[in-house]
């Protein structure tokens, strides 16, 4: 598929998986951010019950590579230039949403003692928690990337049909293990999900216009 595109389509192409990185780097620097007053805990009864499962850890860490390079490079090869355009596009589109949120609305998760007691706790620990700041989860990063890339996988399940299901649901894992990692509260998916449908659709409908006449 790459070597049929034009050379505009290449420097699309290009600008969008730069414009991918630009967007994580946006998150980068919210987390990172110090604030004059102390950010918003927005914890629920149910956020109280749901325990550590470190073994999460797993799917948690493999978010950026699969969401960022993956998923549109899969899109790109079996769905096409609109497909792919609509998946990069919709990353980044959804990132500068969270953003705004971030910049206007701060939220923290305070961490949880983890005993150590496996590789996955010393994992979260000192990857995750070690260069993950508990700042500005509402709505979920990992969650709105996740959903985007759900929605481009399930378009490409008649001619992928095995790569679209399992990598389909190594992003469903990646839901849950938001919380159950204690990076996020129960609301921040509810946000994050949210913002990865309105994104994902807002470009699917700007860049591939489909019709929607009644027939």
């Given amino acids: 598929m790459a070597d049929l595109l034009t050379n505009r389509q290449k420097i699309s192409v290009w600008a969008i998986f730069f414009g991918i990185i630009f967007a994580f780097f946006t998150y980068e620097l919210f987390n990172k951010a ?6 918003l805990i ?9 325990p550590v499962v470190s073994i999460f850890v797993i799917p948690y860490v493999s978010f950026h590579l699969l969401a960022a390079i993956v998923v549109p490079l899969l899109s790109l090869k079996i769905g ?10 919709a990353i980044i589109l959804g990132q500068l949403c969270l953003d705004v949120a971030y910049a206007f609305f701060q939220t923290q998760v305070p961490r949880t003692p983890v005993p150590g007691n496996s590789p996955f706790d010393w994992v979260l620990v000192h990857v995750v928690y070690g260069n993950d700041q508990p700042l500005n989860g509402f709505p979920s990063n990992h969650v709105t990337w996740s959903v985007v890339s759900i929605l481009a996988l399930w378009r490409l399940r008649h001619r992928a049909p095995k790569t679209s299901y399992i990598l389909g649901f190594w992003f469903v894992l990646i839901v849950p293990a938001t919380v159950f990692l204690h990076q996020h509260f129960l609301i921040d998916i509810y946000g994050g999900i949210f913002v990865g449908f309105t994104a994902y659709w807002g470009c699917m409908f700007l860049i591939e216009k489909p019709s929607l006449r009644i027939s």
Avoid at 34 to 39: L, V
Avoid at 42 to 50: C, P, Q, R, T
């Fill in 42 to 50: 927005m914890k629920g009864w149910l956020d109280e019950k749901i």
């Fill in 80 to 89: 096409g230039y609109k497909a792919f355009l609509v998946n990069g596009s």
């Fill in 34 to 39: 110090t604030y004059s007053y102390a950010p």
